[in-house]
C-alpha cells in the first residue's frame, strides 16, 4: 500500500513573476493552465498570460510528494487567491525585480497573503539576473519584511527552485514541531 504523505504548496506573486516557469521546470509531472494571449495594457510587458491554475507535483522522496498550486497572477483573478490557498501548507511568492511596477503590484499582494493565514511564505526575488534589476536590501524594505527572508532564485534554474520549496518545507516542518512543542508544554 502506498501511504505517501502530500504537502500542498502555493506557487504565488503577481503577474509576469515566473510561476508557470517555476512549476513547468521544477516539476515531475505538470498540468499547466491555460496560457493565453495578454490583451489590454499588459500586453505591453508580456505575450501570454495563465488564466486558471497552473498544477504539478515534484516527488521529493518514496514518502513525500509535493503538489505545486500556481494561482493567477492578474490582480482580476484575487478571487481564486483564497480559495486555492485552502489547504495549503505553505507559500512561495514570487516577486518580479526588473522594475518599481513590478514592486509595487507585489507590495499590495504579498499583504495580502501574509493576512490570509500564518502558514510559513518562503519569497523568491526572480529576474535578479537582468540589469535594471533592484536589489535585494530595496525589495526587502518595500515589503516591509528583513532581507534574510529572500532569496534570490531564477525559476528558469531547476535548482533555484528546488531550493526554494525545500527551505519552504523546512519552514513548515520547524513551524509544525512549534506547534506540536507548545501543545506538550500546556
Ligand atoms: N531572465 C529571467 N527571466 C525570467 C526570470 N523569471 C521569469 N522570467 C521570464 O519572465 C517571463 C514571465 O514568466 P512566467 O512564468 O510566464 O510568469 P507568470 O508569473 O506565470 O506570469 P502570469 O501567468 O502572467 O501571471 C518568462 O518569459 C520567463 O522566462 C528570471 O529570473 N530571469
Ligand atoms: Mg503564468
Known amino acids: 500500500m502506498n501511504n505517501k504523505e502530500i504537502a500542498k504548496i502555493l506557487i504565488t506573486g ?4 515566473g510561476k508557470t516557469t517555476l512549476i513547468k521546470l521544477v516539476s ?3 498540468l499547466t493552465g491555460n496560457d493565453v494571449e495578454a490583451t ?5 510587458y508580456k505575450a501570454m498570460t495563465t488564466v486558471g491554475l497552473d498544477f504539478g507535483v515534484l516527488h521529493i522522496d518514496d514518502d ?3 503538489h505545486l498550486f500556481g494561482t493567477p497572477g492578474q ?6 487567491w483564497k480559495t486555492l490557498s485552502k489547504g495549503a501548507l505553505g507559500t512561495v511568492f514570487l516577486v518580479d525585480s526588473s522594475s518599481q ?3 509595487d503590484e507585489a507590495k499590495q499582494m504579498y499583504q495580502f497573503y501574509s493576512e490570509l493565514s500564518d502558514m510559513p511564505i518562503i519569497i523568491g526575488a526572480t529576474k535578479q539576473d537582468l540589469p535594471q534589476a533592484k536589489s535585494i536590501q530595496h525589495i526587502a524594505t518595500e515589503l516591509g519584511i528583513d532581507d534574510t527572508r529572500i532569496i534570490p532564485s ?3 534554474i531547476k535548482e533555484d527552485s528546488k531550493n526554494l520549496i525545500i527551505a519552504l518545507l523546512e519552514e513548515i516542518i520547524e513551524k509544525e514541531s512549534q506547534t506540536q512543542d507548545a501543545a506538550f508544554s500546556v
Open 28 to 30: 515531475d509531472e505538470q
Open 40 to 44: 489590454d495594457e499588459l500586453a505591453q
Open 75 to 80: 490582480a482580476r483573478f484575487n478571487f481564486m
Open 64 to 66: 513525500l510528494d509535493v
Open 101 to 103: 511596477n513590478a514592486i
Open 14 to 17: 503577481p503577474f509576469n513573476s
Open 154 to 156: 531564477n525559476p528558469c
